[in-house]
């Protein structure tokens, strides 16, 4: 009894230390800021971003695709930039499951920047697959879209 009672007085404090340990790591984490930054597309996937605190597009492997350049852009604070490195070089086709999250912060998504980009559009950004929802819309921020083309959504292609 004497054993128990004391195991159990010396765990209170390791106990309380943890608890204290958490909440202090919590805020920390939510409330961090990332600041823009240029996103690099390097996947026609459509995989979301895993962690919107480490301020880097990766939605798995270190693969980003669109989705997760776009969630990743929204929640860095300031304008950032996505720029295309999708291998092989030259026509890619990204074509999402489902509606793209809203850009609600500036962006800049530059479809130029795909290697083999000669002045026509090379990344085509296809609603083939989404169903009934609209491409990409903007609902926050002074954003640039420069070539893509943007194309077989049922709704709006882009707003
Ligand atoms: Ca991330």
Redesign the pocket.
């Known amino acids: 009894m004497e054993v128990a009672v004391a195991r159990l007085s010396i765990g209170r404090p390791g106990v309380v230390a943890l608890v204290a340990a958490a909440l202090l790591a919590l805020p920390a984490v939510s409330a961090r800021r990332v600041d823009a930054a240029t996103i690099v597309v390097n996947s026609t996937l459509d995989g979301p ?10 939605a798995g492997g270190g693969v980003c695709t669109l989705r ?1 350049a776009i ?2 852009a929204n ?1 860095n604070v300031g304008a950032d930039t996505i720029n295309f490195n999708i291998t092989p070089s030259g026509v890619e086709t990204i074509a999402p499951t489902t509606a793209l999250p809203d850009v609600t912060d500036a962006v800049t998504i530059d479809g130029t920047t795909q290697p083999g980009f000669t002045g026509t559009p090379i990344i085509e950004l296809s609603g083939a697959n989404a169903g009934a929802v609209d491409g990409l819309k903007l609902t926050g921020g002074s954003s640039t879209i420069r070539g893509l083309v943007i194309n077989r959504w049922a709704r709006t292609a882009s707003r």
């Open positions: 971003d895993l962690l919107l605190a480490d301020g880097v597009c990766d997760a969630q990743q929640f």
